[in-house]
C-alpha cells in the first residue's frame, strides 16, 4: 500500500474495505437523520425562523413604529415609550444605532408577530437571559410570530457589532402573567 | 513551446524528492509572510482576550473593535492563505517533482499579497476601518481598506493558477508516474475551492470598494449572502488542505497508509462539490431567505459534506493504524496509538488536530448550523467557540506541526529550542480546547460575540446574564492564555531556527544535532517503506472503529440536547 505522499500505480478505483464501507453507509444514514430534522421541526417543533419576509423602507418602517406606539402606548420609562399591544398584533420593534425601541410590554401566552428591522446598519436582537437570537438588517422586514412562554423583565442585547456603543444598545421586553400577581410590571 | 530555462534542483535526502530552487525560495516566502500574519494576529488576539475577561478589561471601547478586525483580518485571511498558498507550492512543484511554472507570476502574486495585506492593515491599525471582519455595509471603511483585500484575493488567485499549471507541467514533463499523490489531490480540492472563493471575493468587494466611493448602491443582505460566499468558504479551503496535511503528517511521522484512494479522494471530491453552500450557515436566522433554501443549502445539499469530513474522519486514523499495524504494532486494539511517536511534534500536532477539529469543532458546527437551532446559537459566543476549534485547533495547529517538518526539509534547518518545540502541540492543544469550549458554554447562556462589555455598564437597562457566565469566562480566558503561549512558542521556534539557527547537517543523525536543537523523528529516521503490492485489510482498523464510534455517540448526542434546549424558549415561527 502506498502512503498519501506516493503516487499510486494503476488502476486505483477498488471495493472499500468492509470497515470502511460500512461506516460510509452509517454516517450517510446519520446525515440523513441531520437532514430530516429540519423539515420535520417545520411541522412538528415551536420554534422556526420562518417568519413573515419582506423588503421595507427603513422610513417606512420607522413611520409603522411610530404609528403602533402611538397607538398601544402605555407610559413611559428614560424618555423611552412603553407600549402594550392587544394579543395578535402586530408589533414593532426598531433598531438603530444604539437603541431598541420601544419597550414592549407583552402577555404569557398570547400570540404577536413581532417586526424586526433597522434605520441604519445591521443589528442582532439577542433575547436575554432567554437566548433567543435574529438578524435585524436595514431595508427588511423580519415578522416573526412570537409567544412568550414565561413571564419575567427580559432584555434585548444587540449581537451584531453596529458601531463604537455597539455594548450599549440594550432594549427591555416586560411579559406578564394575567393568571399569576402582576411581578415585573414596572 | 519555447524551451524552458534550464532550472535547478535540488534532491531531498529524506523524501527523495526533486525540488525546484524557485519552489523552495517560494515557500520560504510565504512561510514567513504567514508567520509574520500569525503574530501580528496573535498580539491582537491577547488584546481581544484580555479586553473580553471582564475581570481585566484592558482596552477601550474603539481599540477593542479595531484590535478584533486586526485579529480576524490577520489570522483568517492572512495567515491561513499565506500557510496555504505555500502548501500549494509544496503540494504541486515539491511533491510532483517539477518545476514551478512561471516563478516571476509567482512573484508578482506574492507581491500583490503582501501589499493588498499591508494596507490592509496600515487601515485598520489607522482606525480607517473599524468594520470587523465582515465589514458589512452600510457600515463604511476607506475605500483602501476594501482595494487592499481586493489586490490580496486577485494575488491568492494567480498563485492558485500556479498551482495547476504545475500539475500540467508535471504531467507533461512526465515528473512523476501513474496518478498524482492523495496529498496532491487534496491540495487540488483546496486549490478549486480557493478559485471559488477568491471569486466570490472579487464579486462582493469591487462592488463594495465602488460603494464605498459613493459610485453605487449596496443591498446589505445580498452583500451578507456573497460575502459569506468568501467568508465561510475560506474555511473550507482549511479544511481541504488541513486534511491533506492530516494525510502529509501521517505518511511523513509514522507511514501511515491510504487503505482505499477511491474512498479518500470520493470525499475530496464532495467538498469541492458542496462545501461551498456553508454561505447559508450565517443567514439562518436572516429575514432574506426562505426555509427551504436554507434547509437546502446549510446542509450542503444533504450533509455531503460533513459526509465527506466523516469519511476523513475515519480513514486518516485507520491509514495511521494500518501504517502502524503493518509495521508490527499489532497487540490490542491500541498499541499502535501507545506506540506511537507522541514526543514528535508533528505527530501530537496531528493526533490534537483530528481530535479538536472533530469533537469540538465539527460536532457543533454541524450543530449550530441547523436551520432552528441557530436560532439559540446565532451570533453568539457558541459561535466564535466553534470555529476556533475548527480554524485553530483545527487548522492552525496541523500548519503548525507540518511546519516542524518543513523546517528540515525546506529550509534545511535544525529546529531551536526542541524541548519547547516538543510539547508546543500539547500547550497549543490544551489551550485551544478549554478556550473554545468555554466560549461555547458561555454562548448557550446568550453571551453575545463581538461585544465590548457583557457587564452592560454604559446601558440603559441592567442586564443580568447567569452568575455562571463569570466563571466560565475565567476558564476561557486561562485556556486562552495558555494557547497564546503555545502560540508564542511557536512563533520563537520557528524564526529562531529558520534566521538564527544552526543548519542541518549531513548526515542528519542524533550524534551531529546541536545541542539543544533537534529534528522530528520522520526526518531523522524516516518509516520504513512497506512491501508494494495490496495487503489484507482485516483487523487493520480494529482500533480506529472504536474511536469512530465514541465520535458517533458523541454526535448524536451532542445535537439532540440541542433541540431539547430549543423546545424549552419562546414559540416562534
Known amino acids: 500500500m502506498n502512503s498519501g505522499l506516493q503516487s499510486p500505480r494503476g488502476i486505483w478505483w477498488k471495493p472499500a474495505g468492509k470497515a470502511e464501507r460500512v461506516w460510509v453507509q452509517i454516517a450517510f444514514a446519520w446525515c440523513i437523520v441531520l437532514f430530516a430534522m429540519m423539515p420535520l421541526w417545520h411541522f412538528k417543533g415551536s420554534q422556526n425562523p420562518a417568519g413573515i419576509r419582506g423588503k421595507v423602507d427603513p422610513g417606512a418602517f420607522a413611520r409603522r413604529t411610530e404609528e403602533f406606539v402611538a397607538a398601544y402606548r402605555v407610559g413611559e420609562e428614560n424618555g423611552m415609550a412603553i407600549v402594550e399591544p392587544p394579543a395578535g398584533a402586530d408589533v414593532y420593534l426598531l433598531g438603530r444605532m444604539w437603541s431598541w425601541e420601544p419597550i414592549l410590554r407583552l402577555r404569557k401566552g398570547v400570540q404577536y408577530t413581532l417586526h424586526l428591522s433597522s434605520v441604519d446598519v445591521n443589528h442582532g436582537f439577542s433575547l436575554s437571559p432567554v437566548n433567543l437570537n435574529f438578524q435585524v438588517v436595514p431595508g427588511y422586514d423580519y415578522g416573526l410570530r412570537i409567544t412568550p412562554t414565561a413571564a419575567g423583565d427580559f432584555r434585548i442585547v444587540c449581537n451584531e457589532f453596529c458601531g463604537i456603543n455597539h455594548h450599549a444598545m440594550v432594549g427591555r421586553v416586560i411579559v406578564i402573567d394575567d393568571a399569576a400577581a402582576p411581578r415585573g410590571a414596572p | 513551446m519555447t524551451a524552458v530555462a534550464p532550472a535547478s534542483f ?423 480546547a478549554l478556550f473554545s469550549s468555554a466560549m461555547m458554554f458561555a454562548g448557550t447562556f446568550g453571551v453575545p460575540r463581538r461585544h465590548y462589555d457583557i457587564s452592560f455598564a454604559d446601558a440603559p437597562f441592567d442586564v443580568q446574564l447567569s452568575p455562571a457566565v463569570d466563571v466560565i469566562i475565567g476558564a476561557m480566558a486561562v485556556g486562552g492564555l495558555l494557547a497564546s503561549v503555545g502560540g508564542a512558542i511557536y512563533i520563537v521556534v520557528t524564526v529562531w531556527s529558520v534566521f538564527l539557527g544552526k543548519r542541518l547537517p549531513v548526515p542528519a543523525t542524533a550524534a551531529t544535532l546541536a545541542r539543544g536543537y533537534g529534528i522530528p523523528g520522520g526526518v531523522l529516521n524516516p518509516p520504513k517503506p512497506l512491501p508494494p503490492g495490496d495487503v489484507d485489510h482485516r483487523g487493520l482498523s480494529k482500533g480506529t472503529i472504536v474511536l469512530v464510534a465514541v465520535f458517533l455517540v458523541a454526535f448524536i448526542a451532542y445535537y439532540f440536547v440541542n433541540w431539547k434546549l430549543l423546545s424549552a424558549v419562546w414559540r416562534v415561527g
Open chain 2, 10 to 432: 535540488r534532491t531531498c535526502p529524506t523524501t527523495g524528492l526533486r525540488v525546484h530552487s524557485q519552489a523552495d525560495l517560494l515557500i520560504k516566502a510565504h512561510a514567513v509572510a504567514a508567520t509574520v500574519s500569525l503574530l501580528v494576529g496573535g498580539i491582537a488576539a491577547v488584546l481581544v482576550l484580555l479586553t473580553r475577561w471582564q475581570l481585566i478589561h484592558l482596552l477601550p471601547a474603539d481599540w477593542f473593535y479595531r484590535v478584533l478586525t486586526v485579529h480576524g483580518m490577520s489570522m483568517l485571511i492572512f495567515f491561513i492563505i499565506f500557510f496555504e498558498m505555500a502548501v500549494l507550492y509544496f503540494a504541486g512543484p515539491v511533491v510532483l517533482n517539477c518545476r514551478v511554472p512561471a516563478p516571476w507570476l509567482a512573484w508578482i502574486a506574492f507581491a500583490l499579497m503582501a501589499g493588498g495585506a499591508l494596507l490592509v492593515e496600515w487601515m485598520m491599525w489607522a482606525g480607517r476601518a473599524d468594520v470587523l471582519f465582515t465589514s458589512y455595509p452600510p457600515l463604511r471603511a476607506d475605500p483602501l481598506f476594501y482595494l487592499g483585500i481586493i489586490l490580496f484575493a486577485v494575488g491568492a488567485l494567480v498563485a492558485t493558477g500556479q498551482f495547476f499549471a504545475a500539475l500540467v507541467v508535471a504531467k507533461r514533463e512526465r515528473t512523476y508516474e501513474g496518478s498524482v499523490p492523495l496529498v496532491t489531490f487534496g491540495a487540488a480540492t483546496a486549490a478549486i475551492i480557493a478559485v471559488i472563493t477568491l471569486l466570490h471575493g472579487a464579486a462582493v468587494y469591487i462592488p463594495t470598494f465602488l460603494w464605498s466611493l459613493g459610485l453605487m448602491n449596496m443591498d446589505p443582505e445580498v452583500y451578507r449572502l456573497i460575502w459569506w460566499g468568501l467568508g465561510h468558504s475560506s474555511q473550507q479551503i482549511n479544511v481541504a488542505a488541513m486534511v491533506s496535511i492530516w494525510y502529509l503528517l501521517g505518511a511523513l511521522t509514522i507511514g501511515s497508509v491510504v487503505l482505499n484512494e477511491k474512498i479518500s479522494r470520493t470525499a475530496f471530491v464532495l467538498y469541492v462539490l458542496f462545501i461551498s453552500m456553508a454561505s447559508a450557515h450565517h443567514l439562518l436566522v436572516d429575514p432574506g431567505f426562505s426555509p427551504a433554501w436554507k434547509v437546502w443549502n446549510t446542509s450542503y445539499a444533504m450533509y455531503l459534506a460533513v459526509l465527506a469530513s466523516m469519511v476523513h474522519g475515519f480513514t486518516v486514523p485507520a491509514g495511521m493504524e494500518a501504517g502502524m499495524r503493518l509495521r508490527g504494532y499489532t497487540k490490542g486494539l491500541f498499541e499502535w496509538l501507545r506506540r506511537a511517536p507522541w514526543g514528535d511534534p508533528g505527530f501530537s500536532a496531528l493526533v490534537f488536530s483530528v481530535i479538536i477539529f472533530g469533537f469540538l469543532g465539527g460536532i457543533t458546527g454541524v450543530t449550530f448550523g441547523t436551520e432552528q437551532i441557530n436560532i439559540i446559537a446565532h451570533n453568539t459566543f457558541r459561535i466564535p467557540g466553534h470555529f476556533h476549534a475548527t480554524v485553530v485547533g483545527g487548522t492552525a495547529l496541523a500548519f503548525m506541526g507540518v511546519t516542524y517538518y518543513v523546517i528540515p526539509l525546506i529550509f534545511r534547518k535544525q529546529v531551536a529550542f526542541w524541548p519547547l518545540a516538543r510539547i508546543q502541540p500539547y500547550l497549543f492543544a490544551a489551550g485551544m
